[in-house]
């Protein structure tokens, strides 16, 4: 997926701020189900378009991506 997913759910995980490693674990199994199908959805478009792009240019700089 495309990097806004670790962001994403890095500020949904820490609001509840959890005390422990299996609170931390908890809190990112329920973040990750409440992702709206819609925006993983987009991510991964976005992702294809995106490797599209790398290929097109035969691996090589690619602006704006």
Same mark, same amino acid.
């Given at each position: 997926?495309d ?18 490693? +299996?609170? !931390?674990k908890?809190? %990112?199994? @329920?973040?990750?189900?409440? *992702? ?5 959805? +987009?991510? !991964?478009?976005?992702? %294809?378009? @995106?490797?599209?792009?790398? *290929? ?8 704006n991506?």
């Amino acid at each position: 997926m495309d990097f806004w997913f670790w962001g994403y759910l890095k500020s949904k995980v820490y609001t509840s701020n959890p005390r422990n490693l +299996s609170d !931390l674990k908890e809190a %990112i199994k @329920r973040e990750v189900l409440q *992702i709206p199908p819609a925006m993983i959805r +987009s991510s !991964l478009l976005s992702t %294809i378009s @995106r490797m599209q792009c790398v *290929i097109i240019c035969e691996g090589g700089h690619v602006e704006n991506l």
